[in-house]
Nanobody, 124 residues
Framework: VQLQASGGGLVQAGDSLRVSCAAS????????LGWFRQAPGKEREFVAAISWSGGSTVYADSVKGRFTISRDNAKNTLHLQMNSLKPDDTAVYYC??????????????????WGQGTQVTVSS
């Protein structure tokens, strides 16, 4: 499975931005998709996840109510709509895919495939 993230950029605090991730290859083997982010000097952290069917979603407390994860089955594309952005949201955002439903959605060790990341910068 190959993942290609896009849509990052520089925005101001309070703005909205949508990042996307195109999946290709053996996507039938994917159980779920997720977004993680990594700020300079920090560990990669969980942001949100969604099952392949789109029926289940999970969010980190820090983004709940501001971010929405969704997927377009017809286009094999994952989206992350980010509203009310804060400077603390500044990071490289990575999309990831997992083959198994076993384990926590928020554990990066449970994901098998990773995209290259897209930079999101929120200025104050």
């Amino acid at each position: 499975v190959q993942l290609q993230a896009s849509g990052g950029g520089l925005v101001q605090a309070g703005d909205s931005l949508r990042v996307s991730c195109a999946a290709s290859g053996r996507t039938f083997s994917v159980y779920g998709l997720g977004w993680f982010r990594q700020a300079p000097g920090k560990e990669r952290e969980f942001v949100a996840a969604i099952s392949w069917s789109g029926g289940s979603t999970v969010y980190a407390d820090s983004v709940k109510g501001r971010f929405t994860i969704s997927r377009d089955n017809a286009k094999n594309t994952l989206h992350l709509q980010m509203n009310s952005l804060k400077p603390d949201d500044t990071a490289v955002y990575y999309c990831a895919a997992r083959k198994s439903y076993v384990g926590s959605w928020s554990s990066k060790d449970r994901y098998d495939y990773w995209g290259q990341g897209t930079q999101v910068t929120v200025s104050s």
